[in-house]
């Protein structure tokens, strides 16, 4: 996942605009990082995540008093720490777009973290944290030159426009902020920032999610469910069956089909409420405004002629066309339109994905089958890395660092994001409401 522009100007108001302080400074201890070693998240680890993640007052509120809760995001911290971990074994933390990425959000968590100390001890605005100076002067250094252009190619390649050249007034910009934070970053090393547990636990949070994320789309993409498998859950799964609802519209075609009146078969077999009681009229419509299957079908017959039987997410169909027309739409471009008639015959089922969105039993199949494959898979890199979590701890009050608290600082490059993967959607199924 890249800093996009989007989420790194948004960051950045929030880093940059520094109201008047609202309480005391705490106090810091700065302890040498130690070696690299297993990752294991104490009690007071997670309530230091939590504080430094600056949940809304609700969600905060919720884990606070939630003991389900809290172990629910321990569990999903766990998971993500452990794709990450899987990710970097894999050897992702060495693609130049990731170690990039990573280091770029290695220096926003440390400047934000130094713009707040800054905060708490009184200033007011950016300019008293970082000067205009300053910023001017670091983009005058020889190293920074390189580093500012692949902070901007990352940005067009991955920002907003996705591949789109910046324009001039955007590269300013960006050129500012990133100075602003490369100044910041450099003043909250010598502050000693990174050294604290803190911080530390922020940067592998951010980490983590780059290569958690990375590595969940490309799970994703090797899970994908063959026909085969598709074919063995429908046989494995006897209620996502069809075939009775199938024999039902073909017996309904073959009356259409010799002739009998089709609005009053509408009437009375239609699973469609819209339909019913108007011999299955659904008015006019252009093209975008139904499901893919359904529109090519419709927009291919001629006034007057029956479609055969038409599968979409909402089950099966027989659509006679009764008119079409073209208008000038947008722009004055011509637009064709037609007016139809359809008979549906729902699933035995009404399918859903985990969005909630409509599905047929062969889609409810293979994202079933999809799922169960990245579930194992995930619970095999859960097994494999190791990774512990507290999952009992206290929200709001981290007191103080436990002994030897950096003695379990997870090793460099650990990682942030729960992306559990999930199969790509696919589009509803009938008019788009």
């Known amino acids: ?26 106090a810091r201890v700065a302890r040498p990082a130690a070696p690299p070693a297993a990752i294991n998240l104490t009690a007071q680890d997670m309530a230091l995540i939590v504080e430094g993640l600056q949940l809304p007052p609700d969600v905060q509120a919720k884990l606070a008093s939630d003991e389900a809760e809290r172990r629910k995001f321990a569990k999903d911290v766990r998971e993500m720490l452990s794709v990450a971990e899987e990710a970097k074994a894999a050897g992702y933390a060495a693609r130049p777009e990731l170690k990039l990425q990573a280091e770029l959000s290695r220096a926003f968590v440390i400047a934000k973290a130094y713009f707040k100390l800054r905060e708490a001890d009184g200033a007011k605005t950016s300019e008293e944290v970082v000067t205009q100076a300053e910023i001017d002067a670091l983009l005058q250094e020889p190293a920074s030159a390189p580093l500012l252009e692949a902070f901007l190619e990352d940005y067009r390649k991955n920002g907003p426009g996705r591949g789109a050249a910046l324009t001039d007034e955007q590269r300013a910009q960006l050129r500012n902020h990133w100075g602003r934070v490369m100044v910041a970053r450099r003043k909250g090393v010598a502050a000693g920032l990174d050294r604290e547990r803190k911080t530390q636990l922020a940067v592998m949070l951010q980490q983590s999610r780059l290569l958690a994320g990375a ?12 026909d085969a498998e598709v074919a063995a859950y429908l046989a494995s799964h006897p209620e996502l069956n069809s075939t009775k609802e199938r024999e039902k519209i073909e017996g309904i075609l073959g009356r259409v089909r010799a002739g009998e009146d089709f609005a009053k078969l509408a009437d009375e077999f239609t699973e469609d409420p819209s339909g019913k009681g108007k011999g299955g009229d659904l008015g006019w419509f252009s093209r975008g405004m139904m499901v893919a299957p359904f529109e090519a079908a419709a927009f291919a017959l001629k006034p007057g002629e029956v479609s055969g039987v038409v599968e979409t997410l909402f089950g099966f169909h027989i659509i006679k066309l009764e008119d079409r027309k073209t208008d000038a739409g947008a722009g004055g471009k011509a637009e064709e339109s037609v007016r139809a008639r359809h008979i549906l015959i729902g699933y035995n089922a009404a399918l859903r994905s985990p969005g909630g969105r409509r599905q047929s039993p062969a889609e409810h199949a293979r994202s079933a089958v999809e799922k169960q494959k990245i579930d194992r898979a995930i619970a095999e890199i859960i097994a494999r890395r190791g990774v512990r979590v507290a999952e009992t701890f ?4 981290t007191g103080a660092a436990p002994p030897g608290g950096d003695a379990q600082t997870p090793a460099a490059g650990a990682k942030t994001t729960t992306a559990r993967p999930t199969a790509t959607g696919r589009k509803p199924a009938r008019r788009k409401n």
Do not use: I
């Not at 996009?4 to 008047?20: I, T």
């Not at 206290?394 to 009050?397: A, D, F, I, S």
């Open 1 to 26: 996942m890249s800093l996009s522009l989007k989420v790194f100007a948004a960051s950045f108001a929030v880093l940059f605009s520094c109201p008047a302080a609202q309480a005391q400074r705490r």
């Open 215 to 226: 590595y969940s789309k490309d799970l994703g993409e090797r899970s994908k469910a063959t």
């Open 394 to 397: 206290t929200v709001g009050e």
